[in-house]
C-alpha cells in the first residue's frame, strides 16, 4: 500500500509481482498484475483516468492477455478453406433469401482480432453499469468513512470513481478475454458485435466446436460461414435493426443499479488481503439487485426481436445448406449452443445482469417457416424492409393473422383495420369529434361597436 500510493516502487517504478500474486487471489498471472497495479497508481497520480472514471484500456489488455494466451494465428491452410465455404455459401444464400450479399469480403480472425473489433460494443453495453459501480463505491465510502475524514473523502470522488471503475473495467476485460475463446463467428452471440455489414470465423473455435461432432469438418465449415452471411446480410440489409437491438440493450442496461445494502455489507467486513470475495461478488452478480418490472418488460421486447433474428438466420440457413448430409444434426447442436451459452456468457450474464438467450428461437422459426410456405421468400424478407412491418409477439404465438395479412397484400386487398388504425383514421378525417369548431363572431375576444368598426 505504501508503494500504491507514494509511487515508491523501485528505480524502475516496478512493484514485486509475487508479492502482489500472494496478496491478489484474483486468478491474475504477476505480469497481468504489473499491469493492473501499474494502472491503479496512475489512477492515485491522477494520470491516465478517463473522464467517466473507468479504464476502457484496461479492460482491453485483459481481454487481449487472455484472447493471446495461446499465441496461435490464422494459418494459410485455414484461411483457405474456410475463404472456399464462404464463397459457396454466398451462392447457397442467393437461392434461399433475396437479401443481398455483402459489400465487404468475410474475414477469418484470431481471438485477439475478435476483441478489437467488438470491443466498442461492450464498452457501449457496460457503461451503464460501469457508472454505477463507482458512482455507488464512492457514496458507500462516503458513508462508512468517520466523520473527521469526509473533507478527505469529499476530495477524492474521481479517485473513488477510478478505482471503482478500474476494478469493474479488469472484471469485465476478463469476461470478453474468456468469452473470445468460446464465440465461432462474429454473429455467435446475438447481438451485431461486429461492424455492421462483416462476417467473420474463428478458425481456432470452429475446430473446438466441431471437435465432437462427428460430422465432416467441410460440412461443418458450409454450415457455418452460410449462418454468419446469412446474420450479416440481415443487419446490413435491415439498417434500422442495429440501432433498435442496440436501443433495446442499452435501454435495459441503463435501468441497472448497484445493491447498495449489498456493496455496504460487503464494505464493512471486507478484508483487504482476501481481494477474492470482492472478485467473487463482481462475477456472481451479487451487487446487482433484482429486475424491476420496466426491465423485465425491457427484457421481454429484447428476447422477442433476438428470437425473430435467430428464427430467420436459421430457417434461411437450413434451407440454403439443405443439400449437406448432415444439416439436420449440426443445426441441432446449434440450436442447443445458442439455448445454453458457455461458461463466458454465464459470467457475462452475471456481471451485467445482461441475457443473450433467445427463449423463443423455436417459436419465431416455426413462424418464420409457416410465412416462407404461405407467401413465399420475396414477402417473407420484405418484412425486414421496416421496423413497422415487424411480426409482433403475438405473431410469433400465432403467425395464422401475420399471414392472413401479408395473403391480403399479395391479392391487393386493404387489410383489415385494427382498433388503432380506425381510431386513427376517425382523427383525421375529424370525425371524432375533437376537431376545434369553426370561429364566430362570439368567439372574438375583441369589442365592436355595432355603428363603428373600431374597437372600443
Known sequence: ?????????????????????????????????????????????????????VSWDMAKRQALHIANQDGLGVTD??????????????????????????????????????????????????????????????????????????????????????VGGSLFASQLGQVIGRLSTEVVSGGDVGIPVMPSGEAAILPQNFADFGRDL????????????????????????????RLHVMSQVTDFARGIHVDTEALEELASRFDPSEPEELRRALESGALIPARSEAQDAALARMENVLAMIEGWVEVVTEAATSRLPSTDRISEAVRRRRAVGGPAEQALKSLLGLELRPRRMREAAAMWRAVTDAVGIAARDALWDYPDLMPSPEDIDDPAALIARLEARARGEEPVQDEFD???????????????????????????????????
Do not use: C, K
Not at 137 to 147: D, G, K, N, R
Not at 427 to 434: I, V
Open 422 to 456: 380506425a381510431a386513427l383514421e376517425a382523427l383525421l378525417a375529424g370525425e371524432d369529434g375533437s376537431a376545434p369548431d369553426a370561429p364566430t363572431a362570439s368567439d372574438d375576444d375583441s369589442d365592436t361597436d355595432p355603428e363603428d368598426p373600431r374597437p372600443v
Open 77 to 162: 491452410g485455414q484461411r483457405t478453406d474456410l475463404d472456399q465455404a464462404f464463397a459457396l455459401a454466398a451462392l447457397w444464400l442467393g437461392e434461399a433469401t433475396t437479401i443481398s450479399d455483402l459489400a465487404t469480403p468475410p474475414r477469418t480472425l484470431t481471438r485477439g482480432g475478435w476483441v478489437e473489433e467488438t470491443l466498442p460494443v461492450w464498452q457501449e453495453l457496460a457503461e451503464p453499469v460501469a457508472t454505477s459501480i463507482a458512482d455507488a463505491l464512492t457514496a458507500t465510502l462516503s458513508e462508512q468513512a468517520p466523520e473527521e475524514m469526509q473533507g478527505l473523502i469529499e476530495g477524492a470522488g474521481r479517485l473513488m470513481r477510478t
Open 214 to 241: 462427428e460430422v465432416p469438418a467441410d460440412q461443418l465449415a458450409l454450415y457455418i460461414a452460410t449462418r454468419e452471411l446469412a446474420h450479416a446480410r440481415l443487419f446490413r440489409h435491415a439498417r434500422w435493426l
Open 1 to 53: 500500500m505504501r508503494q500504491l500510493f507514494g509511487g515508491a516502487a523501485g528505480a524502475d517504478g516496478q512493484v514485486d509481482p509475487e508479492q502482489l500474486a500472494r496478496l491478489s487471489g484474483m486468478e491474475i498471472d504477476p505480469a497481468m498484475m504489473q499491469a493492473v497495479m501499474r494502472q491503479l497508481q496512475g489512477a492515485f497520480t491522477g494520470a491516465g483516468n478517463d473522464p467517466g472514471g
